[in-house]
């Protein structure tokens, strides 16, 4: 298995002064020598910049260095652009665009996890067929969609489909992440798939516990297949992101660092953590208290840890930036429906009777919001 690579210190500061360096470039020569130094000078002031509070590491994998799973490389120009685009929307000079998609290709599963918020919608047949999927996948590619999250049910049930979409649209601008149980994955699978253009792996794991994995997720297989999927992943020299939904146990500092340092020896590199959605007898709803613990816990392993896999609280993220569900974050659920987020009813429309270009269409124009019951009691609370 191959170990992380952590880029700190000195080598750190130096890549952060090409980003900014990159970004001030590109800023002059977009709105003029003046105007752009005082654009990226309340950029780089602005709380919800994408540039404030960075972890003090980064992770090298290959040739690209890796500050988050969901953004470019920081090391290529993508990264750059990505920022600048950032910059022009929190400034008021650009309109917010959705750049990420979590498509449920699948609504088959071999798991019955107790937090899942479509397990209403598992069948054991498919309801969107491949050609469905491949030109909604074109559609989002040529409306700026930057990174597609395959999802499900459990994406690996449709395999010879996804080699489809891989064959079709992988290598191209456009990342493609696999998020998965670790059901029917092996080294061989995984190394076709990183050949094709896959990103890389986020693997749903949410405790050291076996017992409690295979509880939860109600398969007494489902440990082995996270850690094995995770394993060889790694070992392939393919970036591993585990999602993971704390309860309110894993809140302890020392059952957090435990788990954080499980997940670093098994080759994981960045952790996102999430909170329970709903009530279920397994977890209890979080209340602003635990929000605020969780993300402390991920802040302090931001700051102070060297040599662990980087964690990251989306609540926390959004809570200081604003939901972003329908602006930057799409979903499509295993019916074909488009909506803002996993957790919201409203629908902008279905990829089955209509094209993705006359949705995102209606969806840009709509007076459309909808805010889930977390991020209303969070936002712009967490410190």
């Not at 900014?20 to 800023?27: C, P, Q, V």
């Not at 009530?279 to 209340?287: C, G, H, I, N, W």
């Not at 102070?304 to 990251?312: D, E, N, V």
């Not at 429309?349 to 019951?373: H, P, T, W």
Request: contains cysteine; aromatic residues 12%.
């Amino acid at each position: 298995m191959a170990d992380n690579i952590y880029i700190s210190g000195f080598s750190k500061f130096l890549i952060d002064v090409r980003i900014i360096f990159l970004l001030f470039k590109k800023s002059v020569s977009y709105f003029g020598f003046i105007k752009g130094i005082n654009f990226l000078i309340s950029y780089l002031q602005n709380k919800q910049s994408a540039l404030k509070d960075t972890p003090n590491r980064y992770i090298k994998n290959g040739n690209n260095i890796l500050a988050v799973p969901d953004l470019p490389p920081v090391n290529t120009s993508l990264f750059n652009d990505y920022l600048f685009r950032d910059m022009k929307i929190l400034l008021g000079k650009d309109k917010a665009i959705p750049l990420f998609v979590i498509f449920c290709i699948t609504s088959k599963c071999p798991h019955r996890c107790s937090y899942c918020y479509n397990s209403d919608m598992h069948e054991k047949f498919e309801k969107i067929p491949l050609d469905v999927i491949l030109k909604t996948i074109n559609d989002l590619v040529n409306s700026g969609i930057s990174n597609i999250y395959l999802s499900g049910g459990e994406p690996m049930m449709r395999w010879d489909d996804v080699l489809k979409i891989l064959d079709t649209y992988g290598n191209k601008s456009v990342r493609f992440w696999l998020l998965t149980t670790g059901a029917l994955t092996s080294v061989e699978k995984l190394k076709l798939l990183k050949k094709k253009g896959l990103s890389g792996i986020m693997v749903s794991l949410d405790s050291y516990n076996s017992e409690y994995v295979n509880k939860i997720k109600g398969n007494t297989h489902a440990f082995n297949d996270a850690q094995s999927a995770i394993k060889a992943a790694a070992g392939i020299g393919m970036p591993v992101a585990v999602n993971t939904v704390f309860s309110k146990e894993m809140l302890d500092k020392k059952e957090f660092d435990k788990f954080v340092s499980f997940a670093g020896e098994i080759g994981v590199s960045f952790i996102n953590c999430y909170t329970p959605k709903c009530t279920q007898e397994t977890f209890s709803v979080f209340d602003f208290d635990d929000y605020q613990k969780l993300a402390d816990l991920t802040k302090e392993n931001q700051k102070k840890c060297l040599r662990l896999p980087l964690t990251y609280s989306p609540d926390a993220w959004e809570s200081k930036r604003g939901c972003v569900g329908g602006k930057l974050f799409l979903y499509i659920d295993p019916e074909g429906n488009i909506k803002p987020c996993p957790f919201a009813s409203h629908i902008f429309g279905n990829i089955r009777e209509n094209s993705v270009k006359d949705i995102l269409s209606k969806s840009q124009d709509a007076e459309y919001f909808q805010m889930c019951g977390s991020m209303a009691l969070i936002q712009n609370k967490i410190t």
